[in-house]
Each structure stands twice: as C-alpha cells, then as structure tokens.
C-alpha cells in the first residue's frame, strides 16, 4: 500500500498549486541555511548539505502524506465498525417501537 501511496504522492501531489508553493518556501529556507555555511564549507560540501537537506523534506513530507492517509483510513474503519454496533441494534429497536412486534419478530425469525 505504501508503494501505491508513493506513486500517488510522486505523480500527481507533487504537482497541485499548493504543494508547489510550499515546495518553494522550502527550497527557499533550505538555501538560507545553507548560504550561513558558504565561509565554513566547500561548494561540493554545500551541495551535499543542500541534497542532504532537501531528501530528509521531500522524505518527511511523503511519509507525513502516507501516514495521514493511514489515519484517515483507521478512522473511516472505525466509523463504520462504530456505525454497525450503533446503527444495527437501533435499527431493530425502531422497527419494534413501530409495530411493536411484528417487524421484530420477522427479522428475528420469530413466529
């Protein structure tokens, strides 16, 4: 599922307006950190910081993406789990308040 989750952040996410334009606010906080290093480092070790940094975000994002989709997919499990305990008994208890018997006693086989 993840690797499903992976393609759909890589191929069509990446792409929407929004996430382009945080994209951008990253890039952009990534190279003022990296431009306070330009006395202390090499260029070549300024591109592996600016790579290092920009893998650990786009990384962070897409796990952030999956685990999201995770939770959201939990919680509509547990909603219908939750909606079957709930709704069931209260369907069967509204049909024996209606007719008081008949209806319960037809679902339940009861002659």
Do not use: W
Not at 82 to 89: A, K, T
């Amino acid at each position: 599922m993840n690797d499903l989750l992976g393609r759909i952040y890589n191929d069509v996410l990446v792409y929407e307006s929004d996430v382009v334009k945080n994209n951008k606010q990253v890039d952009e906080e990534i190279n003022r950190l990296v431009k306070s290093y330009t006395k202390q480092l090499s260029d070549e070790e300024l591109e592996k910081l600016n790579d290092l940094l920009s893998l650990t975000v786009m990384t962070t994002e897409q796990a952030g993406f999956e685990n999201g989709v995770s939770i959201v997919r939990v919680n509509h499990i547990l909603n219908f789990v939750v909606s079957l305990i709930i709704l069931y008994p209260l369907t069967f208890l509204i049909c024996y308040l209606i007719d008081k018997s008949k209806y319960f006693r037809i679902i339940f086989g009861i002659k």
